[in-house]
């Protein structure tokens, strides 16, 4: 495992792990913040990142063959961990945020991912896993429309989980990730876990706020495969909200 950085409070432990990685940091180097102040979310958003959520970034090699499972296969490797650990019911929403799925209540969002492509001269291509988790909640410093959308670990597991131990879950998961992705067989495993947990088969999306079909697979590359009237669509990239049942 590569070495790690601990901060207190730092702006993003995915913008330090990049600067780590374009010097040349080993694979497996993460850096842990108990809060951040300008932590970033997918498609330029921001996170946010108040004290008792863990807030993670690893380096990992970037995978010649598949290269577009790895965002999902982290995803999926945390959410069956931290399902048979904790007992919370988990599923991947393309591409990589983790639904907690309960009867009678919409989805919410429990964990986030974001993964960013560098150069390393050391690792070549490299790619910056960065994983935030709500472990402990304090729903009052969240803006109100958020607050009623995210879960957290505590609402599980009493007494709440220990940041380390998230923290070797969520290592171990973006590390087994790139380690599945290193072979065709890992590969087939990894799209059998990630297709297990996906969110919305069989229900309307938008993409990109535009009506875009029905969810019908995950594709080899990990796509997402939409059914419109007439043909099938592969998602690639965007903002996908998945409609939820009335
Ligand atoms: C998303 O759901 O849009 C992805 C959120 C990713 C947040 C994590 S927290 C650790 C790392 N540092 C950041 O600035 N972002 C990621």
């Not at 932590?39 to 008792?52: F, K, N, Q, T, V």
């Not at 492509?117 to 690792?123: H, K, W």
Request: aromatic residues 4%; glycine residues 10%; hydrophobic residues 40%.
């Amino acid at each position: 495992m590569g070495p790690r950085e601990f901060y207190e409070t730092l702006s993003s432990t995915q913008d330090r792990a990049l600067t780590l990685a374009r010097e040349g940091a080993p694979e497996g180097t993460r850096v842990v913040a108990r809060r951040q102040t300008r932590g970033r979310g997918r498609l330029a958003r921001s996170w946010e990142s108040p004290e008792g959520g863990l807030y993670c970034s690893i380096l990992l090699p970037r995978p010649s063959e598949h290269p577009g499972l790895l965002p999902l296969t982290v995803g999926a490797r945390l959410a069956s961990a931290l399902r048979d650990v904790y007992s919370v019911p988990l599923a991947l929403k393309w591409p990589n945020d983790l639904l907690v799925r309960e009867p009678d209540r919409p989805p919410r969002k429990l964990s986030g991912i974001l993964t960013d492509e560098v150069a390393s001269p050391t690792l070549g291509r490299a790619v910056v896993a960065g994983v935030g988790v709500n472990v402990r909640l304090d729903r009052g410093s969240l803006p109100s429309p958020l607050s009623e959308s995210v879960a957290a670990l505590e609402e599980f597991v009493s007494p709440p989980p220990e940041l380390e131990d998230v923290e070797a879950l969520v290592v171990a998961a973006a590390l087994g990730a790139a380690h599945w992705l290193s072979s065709e067989e890992g590969a087939r495993r990894a799209r059998d876990l990630c297709r297990e947990l996906l969110y919305g088969v069989g229900r309307p999306v938008t993409v990109d706020g535009r009506p875009a079909g029905t969810i019908e697979a995950l594709g080899e590359e990990g796509e997402l495969l939409l059914a419109t009237s007439t043909d099938r669509v592969a998602i690639w990239a965007g903002d996908v909200r998945v409609e939820e049942a009335r």
